[in-house]
């Protein structure tokens, strides 16, 4: 006699279920800004035959219509159209955002007191010139300027050049500030994933929660939260640049991105509003 399975236990039936959660932003932001349900789909059947894919060479096994079709539920037919090109993937960080975060961090472009130097647009070092040049010769400095300027990164009087920022945050453009939400989260989620894939050998993915709070409280905590990632961002630039400069030499072939992030609102929006504790603290997910 078949016994019944218990589909609650399934990790299928749970991400089912608690997935959705995970893609109301999203949707919240595609309905903003016009974005429809089938134009979703489409760009979701694409996402879901390339990962698919993946999956299948990463186990050495043909990424066949068939087997593509097993994984996805996508019909063979399908697939066939859509063609068998890989989807690239995340840009790594822009030559700009590189340029923006050595001018930022790099002793040499910092005075006494650890303030980004006024740098002359060419000439010697400090420059911004060889700053550009330090990061890439394949882009003429001016190229990288003129991108910094656009985004507001940077002002220029004549041929003296300051920053306008204390961090890659660009302040005007939507594809570029979508560009930065993407990687950030589509890394945040993939630590998550790989720790509930490979529970033995857990990804840093942790947080904080608290709830019942007056929004004085919020500021105060979102003040401290500032704080707590300015000292962070030097210390990981500071050190991920020493290593960049020894390991890229050596063909090192892995990238890293470390982040944090703060969110609120009221308790009567959130999923979250039956917690009973004041604040608890996000174990990794092992």
């Not at 990238?255 to 009973?276: C, I, K, L």
Request: glycine share 6%; net charge negative.
């Amino acid at each position: 006699m078949l016994e019944s399975v218990n589909l609650q236990a399934m990790p299928a039936q749970a991400l089912m279920q608690q997935g959705a959660e995970l893609l109301r932003p999203l949707v919240r932001l595609m309905l903003a800004n016009g974005v429809t349900y089938p134009q979703l789909a489409h760009v979701l059947k694409d996402v879901f035959i390339d990962e698919a894919r993946r999956e299948l060479l990463t186990q050495g096994r043909k990424d066949t219509d068939s087997a593509l079709t097993l994984l996805t539920g996508v019909h063979r037919k399908e697939i066939k159209q859509r063609g068998q090109a890989l989807q690239p993937s995340l840009p790594d960080l822009s030559l700009a955002s590189q340029v923006f975060t050595r001018w930022l961090t790099d002793p040499q472009y910092r005075d006494l007191s650890g303030a980004p130097l006024a740098l002359q647009r060419t000439g010697d070092a400090p420059s911004f010139d060889t700053l550009a040049r330090s990061i890439s010769k394949d882009l003429h400095p001016r190229t990288i300027l003129d991108e910094l300027l656009r985004l507001g990164l940077v002002q220029q009087q004549d041929e003296l050049l300051t920053l306008n920022g204390s961090a890659f945050v660009p302040q005007s453009g939507f594809a570029e500030r979508l560009s930065m939400l993407v990687a950030n989260v589509a890394d945040h989620l993939g630590a998550g994933a790989h720790n509930l894939m490979q529970p033995t050998a857990p990804m840093l993915e942790q947080a904080v929660f608290a709830d019942h709070l007056h929004p004085a409280s919020v500021e105060l905590l979102l003040q401290r939260a500032r704080d707590l990632w300015q000292q962070d961002f030097q210390s990981m630039v500071d050190e991920a640049t020493r290593l960049c400069a020894s390991d890229e030499p050596r063909g090192g072939r892995q990238r890293v991105r470390y982040g944090v992030y703060f969110f609120t609102q009221p308790m009567n929006d959130s999923a979250d509003a039956g917690w009973a504790p004041a604040a608890t603290e996000g174990k990794e997910s092992a």
